[in-house]
T-cell receptor, first 111, second 112 residues
Framework: GQNIDQPTEMTATEGAIVQINCTYQ??????LFWYQQHAGEAPTFLSY????GLEEKGRFSSFLSRSKGYSYLLLKELQMKDSASYLC????????????FGRGTSLIVHP | EADIYQTPRYLVIGTGKKITLECSQT?????MYWYQQDPGMELHLIHY???????EKGDLSSESTVSRIRTEHFPLTLESARPSHTSQYLC???????????FGEGSWLTVV
């Protein structure tokens, strides 16, 4: 089976930087997604990493190391609206590219 | 922005009732998915479709059924709802080229 691990909950201060880690053990690897999900809403796409390295997109960056089965999402200049659940998901070859999701990390940003 | 719609958004029904959750997308995506998500838990794939007349069961065993008669429409049906079916159901679709999956706003189902 596929296993994706993320911390359950994190807290941070407005204006700070936070790093949300994700480790995975899967039968192969094609790519890794990060999604943001506010309470009671649908997940929204943040990033998709296929190759090793850091990809930056505004205040959000995502890093991938395929050899270590590891990714992180970096959020800079935190805002209150960043309080949400952040979902890590992995797609594998031959799996029809359907992502398998972790439980998500609930991020609480306080003033 | 993706155009994928789910109805109803919220529903409370009695045990034994039949319910169909509607999902429509206007983007011409061939691939569509249904996920089930309990609060604070991971999304579990329950059904998917590669296109018209194609449906497959996902990783999580589900007593629901789906159909795909038209590209834009992927309804999910529970023939006889039970309290254990209480959950959020998320419909999603993926472009024919590209990996991003777009989600609808979800349907919250409560069975009493």
């Amino acid at each position: 089976g596929q296993n994706i691990d993320q911390p359950t909950e994190m807290t941070a201060t407005e204006g700070a930087i936070v790093q949300i880690n994700c480790t995975y053990q899967t039968s192969g690897f094609n790519g890794l997604f990060w999604y943001q999900q506010h309470a009671g809403e649908a997940p929204t796409f943040l990033s998709y990493n296929v190759l090793d390295g850091l990809e930056e997109k505004g205040r959000f960056s995502s890093f991938l190391s395929r050899s270590k089965g590891y990714s992180y999402l970096l959020l800079k200049e935190l805002q209150m609206k960043d309080s949400a659940s952040y979902l890590c998901a992995v797609t594998i070859p031959g799996g029809s590219y359907i992502p398998t999701f972790g439980r998500g990390t609930s991020l609480i940003v306080h003033p | 922005e993706a155009d994928i719609y789910q109805t109803p958004r919220y529903l409370v029904i009695g045990t034994g009732k039949k319910i169909t959750l509607e999902c429509s997308q206007t983007m011409g995506h061939d691939k569509m998915y249904w996920y089930q998500q309990d609060p604070g838990m991971e999304l579990h794939l329950i059904h998917y479709s590669y296109g018209v007349n194609s449906t497959e069961k996902g990783d999580l065993s589900s007593e629901s059924t789906v159909s795909r008669i038209r590209t834009e429409h992927f309804p999910l049906t529970l023939e006889s709802a039970r309290p254990s079916h209480t959950s959020q159901y998320l419909c999603a679709s993926r472009p024919n080229s590209g990996n991003t999956i777009y989600f609808g706003e979800g349907s919250w189902l409560t069975v009493v």
